[in-house]
């Protein structure tokens, strides 16, 4: 589903020019659920902003969904990040100002489609992750596992192919992120979404299938 | 998508509450300024009335002491005589002190049928006035001797009290009395023509209301200008000359001499200059507003990076990012621009100043396209720059 070549990136600033992927390969199947792990710095986010194509790699190619990516434009970039991707990040990117419900339909508004069908899919996605109650909320309404599961929805209500999760419950006490982890296995079970999530949880890490370890940028399982 | 921005603008309304008022204010400043530039441009667009080049204002004061009119009215008219044989005078008319061009006003007020008008100029001229000024008539005739024995006492008007008193209606004919109170006075004054209105306080003023009445027998005694038409060519040692010519006649009496042209000149500056000030006083309200609405919006885009990124990630192309911002801000100048209009239409429907509501109409209209395109210029490079975040690094920040 994913196929990494090569792949390298270099931040470059004014004095220092950091290292931060060296090389990595990573094939990841359909529906697979595969965890990243390792050491604050090590790349972990940039390699799956990459994967995400909201980074481009400074070397090495990127394929998904058997599709070449590197010389896609802005819009077809946009295009694909919106039909075949989800994102959930460890601080939520909630818009504080939307409600929970508009919240959750913003990817869709990059879409056609009538207003109408949009609340249904974002009404459907709520009642997935256990919120249908709460869609009138604004997110500073809600608790941290809310907030979460606000972004699940978000993230899995234009019926991506791939998830790709930042620290999903990094900010989160365990039985909040147990309760986020067990919606992501359902995902990935009941839909067979394939997942990349970054945790620095060896529990969460050992429920998924497979893990991959980082450490200064290179792999190293 | 629209409603999506607008329920965003709406459940930020206490942030956009300032960004609002300022544009609400600007917008309220730049109606003013544009009321004022539209009157002062209709004023200018139309006709002056009569033709100013080449005619000259005679300044005298009366000091002939004459045992009696008789006397005087021999005096002056030996005067007229005088003037008449110099080479380069066309035409030469005295005239009440009200000349074009001069600071000098005298008002009254007339009625038809019950209904006052006030602010009305008052002229005493000539039969030869006309000829001087090369005044236009649009209805009717000029004075002439036949006048004298006129049962009503004949006035010409200009075509602006026309419209005001009788519309699309033939005034030529008609009957109304001299002052504001009606039946008091009524049907004292015949009309006998109109003319074109005289822009008698230059190009910017409008020509107003104004009221001619003919010289009589005893005239004399209240009058104070001479208007001399000299032809095209008429040199400074003409007017040297007609200086002398005045001077040695009115041994008692102070002669100046003034071209119409130059005090055309003064009194539009005496227009123009608070127009400047109020020009420039706008102008630094308007750059005022513009830098801050562009830092504004420039700070609004950068406390939403975060916002930015995450719709990027979830496919937002960086110009439809950039479009959001500035659609956002023209909604937001469209509901002040709303409000605006409210407050500025009350102008023209509770008559303020009784100006004509298209002017009024044109300054709202002018305003709303200026405050469009200031907001649309000032979105416009923070819109950019948002559409420059890489969603990377901007969800990578909070
Ligand atoms: N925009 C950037 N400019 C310069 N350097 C960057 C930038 N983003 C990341 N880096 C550097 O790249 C390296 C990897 O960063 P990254 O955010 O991927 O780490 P991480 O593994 O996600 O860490 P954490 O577990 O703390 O989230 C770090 O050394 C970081 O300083
Ligand atoms: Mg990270």
Not at chain 1, 20 to 37: P, Q, R, V, Y
Not at chain 1, 161 to 187: F, H, R, V, W
Not at chain 2, 63 to 75: E, I
Not at chain 2, 348 to 359: C, E, K, R, T
Request: with cysteine; hydrophobic share 40%.
């Amino acid at each position: 589903m994913i196929s990494l070549q090569n792949i390298e990136k270099v931040y470059r600033t004014n004095t220092v020019e950091t290292l931060a992927l060296n090389s990595i390969s990573l094939d990841i199947a359909k529906g697979e659920f595969l965890s990243i792990m390792g050491p604050s710095g090590c790349g972990k986010s940039t390699l799956l902003n990459i994967m995400g194509l909201l980074d481009q790699p400074s070397k090495g190619a990127i394929k998904i969904a058997d599709q070449k990516t590197d010389h896609l434009s802005d819009k077809q970039l946009a295009n694909f990040r919106n039909q075949k991707l989800g994102f959930i990040f460890q601080s939520y990117h909630l818009i504080n100002d939307l409600q929970v419900l508009d919240n959750v339909e913003l990817p869709l508004l990059y879409r056609s489609g009538s207003a109408k069908e949009r609340r249904k899919l974002a009404t459907e996605a709520l009642e997935k992750v256990g919120l249908a109650n709460r869609i009138k909320h604004f997110p500073n309404q809600l608790s941290g596992g809310q907030k979460q599961r606000v972004a699940i929805a978000r993230a899995i209500v234009g019926r991506p192919e791939i998830i790709l999760a930042d620290e999903p419950t990094g900010n989160l006490d365990s039985a909040m992120g147990n309760e986020i982890m067990d919606i992501l296995m359902q995902l990935n079970q009941k839909d067979g979404t394939t997942i990349v999530m970054v945790t620095h949880d060896e529990n969460m890490a050992h429920k998924t299938h497979r893990l991959v370890r980082l450490f200064d940028g290179s792999q190293v399982q | 998508m629209f409603k999506h921005l607008f329920k965003l603008i709406w459940n930020k309304k206490k942030q956009n509450f300032l960004l609002m008022s300022e544009m609400l204010f600007s917008f309220l400043v730049l109606f003013a300024v544009f009321t004022l530039l539209v009157y002062y441009y209709n004023n200018y667009k139309k006709p002056m009335g009569f033709e100013y080049k080449n005619v000259w204002v005679v300044n005298y004061n009366n000091a002939y002491k004459a045992t009696n009119t008789d006397s005087l009215t021999q005096f002056y008219e030996t005067l007229r005589q005088n003037l008449k044989a110099l080479p380069d005078v066309k035409e030469i008319s005295f005239c009440s002190d009200n000349v074009p061009f001069s600071q000098n006003t005298w008002q009254g007020s007339v009625n038809y049928k019950g209904n006052p008008v006030g602010g009305v100029n008052q002229y005493t001229v000539e039969d030869s006035y006309k000829n001087t000024m090369t005044a236009e008539l649009l209805e009717g005739r000029w004075f002439n001797k036949g006048d004298v024995a006129a049962k009503n006492r004949p006035i010409i008007i200009s075509s602006d009290l026309k419209e005001k008193l009788f519309g699309n209606e033939r005034a030529v004919g008609k009957l109304v009395g001299d002052g504001d109170q009606p039946g008091h006075d009524k049907n004292a004054m015949k009309i006998i023509g109109v003319i074109q209105g005289v822009k008698a306080k230059g190009d910017y003023a409008p020509a107003g209301y104004a009221v001619y009445h003919r010289t009589d027998t005893g005239s004399f005694h209240s009058l104070g200008k001479i208007m001399v038409q000299v032809t095209p060519g008429a040199t400074a040692a003409f007017e040297a000359r007609l200086y002398k010519t005045l001077a040695n006649y009115m041994k008692d009496s102070n002669v100046e001499i003034e071209h119409l042209t130059s005090k055309r000149k003064d009194i539009n500056y005496f227009t123009l200059v608070p127009m400047i000030v109020l020009l420039i006083v706008g102008g630094f309200l308007v750059i005022n507003v513009a830098l801050g609405l562009f830092g504004v919006l420039w700070y609004n885009i950068n406390k939403r990076r975060g916002e930015i990124g995450l719709r990027r990630a979830v496919g937002a192309t960086g110009n439809s990012v950039s479009s959001q911002l500035i659609t956002e801000s023209m909604i937001l100048a469209t509901l002040s621009l709303i409000l605006g209009t409210f407050f500025a239409i009350q102008f023209p429907l509770l008559n303020v100043f009784d100006l004509p509501a298209s002017i009024y109409i044109v300054a709202i209209f002018c305003s709303i396209g200026f405050i469009y395109v200031l907001v649309f210029l000032c979105s416009l490079y923070p819109g950019k720059q948002a559409a420059a975040i890489y969603p990377a690094v901007a969800l990578h920040e909070e």
